[in-house]
């Protein structure tokens, strides 16, 4: 093919609506954990569901250099969208995969099939270029995008809001969308650790719910708000309700024991992670929530057991460790790394965990905001430095987002500046 045909090609391919145009970079992610994360889908998750995950995982073979693999994967999306999908909206669902297909091919030099793939998506385009129809394409682009944004971490969840958002205007009552843009606004508020606890998830949440009151997994992210707002025994109510309807989920096991450590029933919490990692062994979620439950439990030794002490900090140590080697690109196992040396004083693995944290690539503000505050109290507490901790206490104060660690960092110069 000649560079003119080449060049047309890629102008066409760049128009379409898939994961090679969507801005996904790899740099963002650890690779290898969002590929383990999604094989665990395909192995929990509904069928219907699943052509997502191997449209996915199609892309992240590709920017592993693997075209083979890609395109086993996108066969397999194409046979479970066979399987699962009704006749009217097959061609919808097929939409995004035929456009990978495309780039696939493109990146494979068989730019004939490239070709032939971009056509197919054309097709259908203009099958459904008028309304109501058109909607009914443009829902499934969306939300496609929308749980594809969830897959990776940080900055992507205010484009999976966006994508959720485009996509309810079409159509506000659809279920999963409805859980989809709850999902997303709860992750982003999730960064902000801010005081005010009734945020706007908990409508969002609530509405969910009522629109499809099978999703245990929003009722259990529902049933977390409520406990941020003091009311345990609704949040209790929903956790059974969760717990009776899928007692065996990894992904409503994961929140309930979120809901148990946030109440402080730490053992239950421990139990239940446990319970997790044997379903999924290689989940960096459950790992760095088991060494947030264990961080829970260190306590100064004047004021706790000391072998019990002991303990706390090295299942600390183990499962932060093992949170940061599942997925290095995760800022959260950093910070409590690094959180976990400064309660054990080990001073020089703190310092070197809290730079190391302080040059990632996807911190929030609000992270940010949690790293130089936490230093800043290690050093106080640890007798390091005043002047340093004052000196991390207006980083947090510099950066501008509210949050739970900015009112404190205030607090705690204003403390500091008492004779």
């Known amino acids: 093919m000649s560079d003119i045909l080449k060049n047309s090609l890629m102008d066409r391919l760049l128009k379409l609506q898939c994961h090679f145009t969507w801005d996904l970079l790899g740099e963002d992610v650890d690779i290898d954990n969002v590929e383990e994360r999604l094989n665990d889908q395909i192995v929990f998750l509904p069928d219907a569901l699943k052509h997502r995950m191997y449209n996915l995982l199609a892309y992240l073979k590709h920017l592993k250099g693997d075209h083979e693999e890609a395109m086993i994967q996108l066969q397999k999306a194409e046979a479970q969208i066979q399987k699962s999908s009704i006749s009217e909206d097959t061609d919808v669902r097929r939409t995004v995969m035929y456009a990978n297909f495309a780039w696939v091919c493109y990146h494979q030099n068989q730019f004939n099939k490239s070709f032939t793939y971009a056509e197919k998506v054309e097709t259908i385009l203009k099958q459904y270029e008028s309304p109501p129809k058109k909607n009914t394409l443009m829902l499934d682009i969306y939300g496609e995008q929308g749980w594809t944004y969830l897959s990776f971490i940080g900055k992507y969840y205010q484009w999976a809001a966006e994508c959720f958002e485009k996509a309810l205007g079409l159509d506000p009552e659809d279920p999963e969308l409805n859980s989809g843009y709850a999902m997303a606004v709860y992750r ?32 259990v992210l529902l049933a977390l708000k409520y406990l941020d707002m003091n009311k345990y025994n609704q949040g209790t109510m929903l956790v059974e309700q969760a717990l009776q309807e899928q007692p065996e989920s990894p992904y409503v096991l994961r929140y309930v024991a979120t809901f148990y450590r946030k109440n402080r029933q730490l053992d239950q919490a421990i139990a239940t992670l446990k319970k997790v990692l044997c379903l999924t062994p290689t989940s960096c979620p459950v790992y760095y929530q ?54 054990a004083n080990e001073h020089q693995k703190a310092k070197e965990e809290f730079d190391k944290t302080l040059t990632m690539n996807d911190m929030w503000p609000e992270q940010k905001q949690e790293l130089h505050f936490y230093w800043a109290k290690y050093l106080i507490h640890s007798r390091q430095s005043k002047s340093e901790a004052v000196r991390h206490f207006n980083e947090v104060v510099k950066i501008q987002s509210p949050s739970w660690f900015r009112e404190n960092a205030i607090k705690e110069l204003q403390s500091l500046d008492k004779p």
């Open 188 to 219: 982003i508020e999730g960064f902000s650790n801010s005081s005010n606890t009734e945020k706007r998830s908990f409508k969002l949440l609530e509405r969910a719910v009522r629109l499809n009151p099978r999703d245990t997994v929003m009722k």
């Open 290 to 343: 088991l060494a947030k439950c264990y961080t829970c439990l260190i306590r100064k030794p004047t004021y706790y057991n000391t072998q019990q002490n002991a303990e706390a900090i090295a299942n600390a140590k183990f499962y932060s460790q093992k949170a940061v080697e599942l997925n290095r690109s995760s800022v959260g196992p950093h910070i409590l790394l690094a959180r976990v040396y400064m309660k």
